[in-house]
């Protein structure tokens, strides 16, 4: 009897496998469109991948609201539905590949886009362009020499395309009951020079399309100004201010932008809260991301029949993003969306650089995906929030335990992650909330699935040029960014891949002393003349945007109520002013000079002694008869190394010590070498 049932059961299964075979599987891509297909670097063979090719055009996503994967994207349910009762949304995408898939190294790098700007060839390859084409687009190739096929899609619906070829995607518009949604909103403008008029989210790395007004009368609006957050508000009368631009003399409404009638003070912060319209549904950008990746890395064709170009040839995929794009990763993972409807995993790895401590307003309606504190500017933005960190945490303020984790262990999606961060993120991003309690008094360990790494004395942006800009010192010269993240993508793949473990975390701690509050850092720091040092670094606050904003990602409150502050640390740091853990490159560890993560900005900007996103260096002098007469109290350089040789025997050392535990590859390492042995510091030369 039961082998009867049995021969009828099985050809009814297999009739049903067939059936969906040429159907997408729950959450992919439902349609491909391939606008341009065409070989890139010219043709160039990249070692064993061969060449490459770039594919454009747009994805079709849909999503299912009812589904338990959705849960937390909110406002889901009050998108349109199609026929088919989904919520739907367009992406571009931007794919480079092997043309032969089967050449590559079966690996999938999605590059987190920030502010729609392409960043992976920029940070591995030294080479930056929104629309790579040509061989020089290519840089050094590494990505390429490695096999990687390398994709971008996508997922911030603030970003508008200006003509350098942005990524965008198209988000549904929230309605109730086929009603307009209006809710109140908060925008914060600081500005470095006096204007009259600004975007409500004016960015040098692109203006977000801020959610409008809900009308060009001011009334129940309000606009206030103070020098710094600690200040009372001083509110602007309404008569003096309107929503609208400036341009060739001439006020002209806008429910986007705000003009000011005597013009903005530099270095101030003006608040605006208004009733704004139309909010995006966010959180979809997150979704659309995730199944982007999953129909990249598992379907064969879309739901018309056009062939998946990756199918069958990935094997792993990763995620790496920079500064908003790192947050968007711990994002991304504190909403358990590393799993996709059909219950797989989407990501095995990721590589989040100089995120801090933060995650974002990603998922919330009328909040900015741009949006992120700083010591001085975003306080109120609450791009830091508990829990902070992958490991177990207590809220002091409300008594709840959580970690960024938690959702993607309860669904079985959990990736190997690491975390890297520059000094800067720990004086201006809280960063060492990520691996301490959220008062500051006790260190936490970190689970077996996450590393975290400080690389001493660096930057937010990386290498800058050594001029003040503006702030009151030279900018940080540190070339941190592609030698550290070069090694350690190939140590995440190694890692994945059952290789090897990566090298072990590598950040300041409070019970060794490497981690200390501000007293201790300022009673340490050289007393270089002419150096100010910072009065404060950035404590995020706990925030209260009401009763529904975690759950609903409604602000019911704004601006939020400010509960109180979570203590935030920065690394302490030797006789030279430079830190003392970390990961110490020979530039930090055989030092020509002091390099920070910190540097104030000047007077002439406005707010005098804030702290921006750059550091500084400052040179030894060279000579002992130089450093008197400057008052220097930091040895000079042939006091150091009283030779060339010297010198560069040390740089050496320490370069092949960093090489051993796997923190630069053999080609950076001769590439510093060969930059270090150019200098002329000594007398002979």
């Given amino acids: 009897m039961r082998r009867a049932t049995f021969g009828v059961v099985l050809p009814f299964l297999f009739t049903l496998l067939l059936l969906g075979a040429g159907r997408p599987a729950r959450a992919e891509v439902v349609r491909l469109e391939i606008a341009g297909r065409a070989s890139f670097a010219e043709g160039h063979s990249f070692g ?68 729609g700007n392409k960043l992976a060839l920029w940070t591995f390859n030294g080479a930056r362009n929104n629309d790579p084409a040509t061989l020089a687009d290519a840089g050094n190739g590494f990505l390429m020499r490695q096999g990687y096929s390398i994709l971008w899609c996508g997922w911030d619906g603030d970003v508008v395309e200006d003509g350098t070829q942005r990524l965008t995607i198209g988000l549904p518009i929230a309605r109730e009951d086929g009603r307009t949604v209006t809710g109140p909103a908060h925008v914060e403008i600081c500005t470095q020079e006096k204007v009259y008029s600004r975007p409500f989210f004016w960015s040098p790395w692109g203006t977000a399309d801020a959610y409008p007004s809900a009308s060009l009368d001011n009334a129940t609006a309000t606009l206030t100004k103070r020098p710094r ?43 605006l809260v208004y009733t704004a319209q139309d909010p995006r549904v966010a959180g979809l950008g997150l979704a659309a991301l995730r199944d982007c990746v999953s129909f990249f890395r598992y379907a064969a064709r879309d739901s018309q029949g056009t062939a998946n170009p990756l199918a069958g040839s990935v094997e792993h995929a990763y995620m790496f993003g920079i500064s908003q794009s790192g947050r968007l990763i711990h994002h991304f993972l504190y909403e358990g969306l590393n799993c996709d409807e059909a219950g797989r ?28 504190g700083t010591q001085h500017e975003g306080n109120l933005s609450g791009s830091e929030f508990f829990p902070f960190s992958p490991a177990s945490q207590v809220d002091p303020f409300s008594g709840r335990r959580g970690d960024t984790l938690a959702r993607a262990r309860a669904a079985g999606c959990v990736p190997k992650v690491l975390f890297t961060q520059s000094s800067t993120e720990y004086w201006n991003r809280a960063a060492s ?15 077996s699935n996450v590393r975290v790494y400080l690389v001493a004395g660096s930057q937010h942006l990386g290498a800058g040029p050594n001029t003040p800009g503006m702030c009151q010192q030279p900018r940080n010269t540190l070339d941190d960014r592609p030698p550290i993240l070069r090694a350690l993508l190939v140590a995440l793949d190694q890692w994945v891949s059952g290789e090897k473990e990566p090298p072990a ?27 100010q040092l910072p009065e404060s670094c950035y404590q995020p606050a706990c925030l209260d945007f009401g009763p529904r904003f975690h759950t609903e990602g409604i602000a019911d409150t704004i601006g939020p109520r400010v509960v109180g502050h ?48 750059e550091g500084m260096y400052l040179p030894f002098a060279a000579t002992d008869d130089q450093r008197q007469k400057a008052g220097d109290p930091r040895p000079s350089v042939r006091r150091r190394y009283p030779t060339r040789e010297t010198y560069l025997g040390k740089m050496t050392e320490v370069a092949l010590a960093l090489q051993r535990e796997g923190f630069l590859l053999a080609e950076d390492v001769t590439a510093l070498l060969t930059t270090a042995s150019q200098r002329r510091l000594w007398s002979d030369e």
């Fill in 229 to 271: 957050r600690s200040e009372p508000g001083v509110e602007i009368p309404r008569r003096d201010w309107a929503f609208g631009r400036w341009e060739d003399g001439k006020l002209i409404p806008d429910p986007k932008h705000l003009y000011v009638k005597e013009g903005f003070e530099p270095g101030w912060l003006y608040d």
């Fill in 48 to 115: 064993r991948s061969g060449p490459y090719e770039r594919l454009t055009g747009r994805l079709i996503v849909e999503v299912d609201p009812d589904h338990s994967a959705n849960a937390r994207v909110h406002d889901l349910k009050l998108a349109p539905r199609n026929q088919r009762g989904r919520v739907e949304c367009w992406t571009d995408f931007f794919l480079l590949k092997p043309v032969d898939p089967q050449r590559g190294n079966r690996r999938l790098l999605y590059d987190v886009h920030n502010r």
């Fill in 566 to 613: 979570y203590r935030a640390l920065v690394p302490a740091v030797d006789d030279d002013g430079n830190e003392r853990a970390g990961i110490r490159l020979p530039d930090v560890a055989v030092p020509l000079g002091t390099y920070t993560g910190w540097n104030l900005r000047a007077a002439a900007y406005g707010a005098p002694g804030a702290l921006g996103l």
């Fill in 345 to 372: 995993t989407v990501f095995e790895g990721m590589l989040a650089h100089v995120a801090g401590a933060g995650k974002g307003m990603f998922n919330y309606r009328f909040r900015m995906a741009t949006l992120f």
């Fill in 433 to 447: 909330l990520l691996h301490t309690d959220p008062e500051g008094k006790r260190d936490i360990a970190l689970p």
């Fill in 505 to 531: 975390s590598r950040y300041p701690r409070i019970a060794d002393g490497t981690l200390v509050d501000l007293d201790a850092f300022g009673a340490s720091f050289p007393r270089i003349p002419g150096i």
